[in-house]
């Protein structure tokens, strides 16, 4: 089994900062992208930010210039540093991965969420 265990969450002002990290354990081959996602109240769960196992990234528009995605692959963790909070990055922040469990086995697995809340 695969675990994605998300941390960092927590209430912020806006213009503050916080960092999240997820970091992922059990039978792991080997791990592809890695990922951000969010969603508030309502509305659906977006893509915030992604980076492959070599480094590359991608960044939401609403997020660029203020969120960094980077990842230590010894430690299978990935981590969202986010700055210049806004009232409307206010979501739950879910971690994602596509890795494979065996050499042929690859699935997307999701982290439980972890609350992020910016104060006006």
């Known amino acids: 089994q695969v675990q994605l265990v998300e941390s960092g969450g927590g209430l912020v002002q806006a213009g503050g900062s916080l960092r999240l990290s997820c970091t992922a354990s059990g039978s792991i081959f080997s791990i592809n992208t890695m990922g951000w996602y969010r969603q508030a109240p309502g509305k659906q769960r977006d893509l915030v930010a992604s980076i492959t196992s070599r480094g590359s990234t991608s960044y939401a528009d609403s997020v660029k210039g203020r969120f960094t995605i980077s990842r230590d692959n010894a430690k299978n963790t990935v981590y969202l540093q986010m700055n210049s909070l806004k009232p409307e990055d206010t979501a739950v922040y879910y971690c994602?991965?596509?890795?494979?469990?065996?050499?042929?086995?690859?699935?997307?697995?999701w982290g439980q969420g972890t609350q992020v809340t910016v104060s006006s």
């Open positions: 994602n991965s596509y890795l494979q469990t065996t050499q042929t086995t690859i699935g997307v697995y």
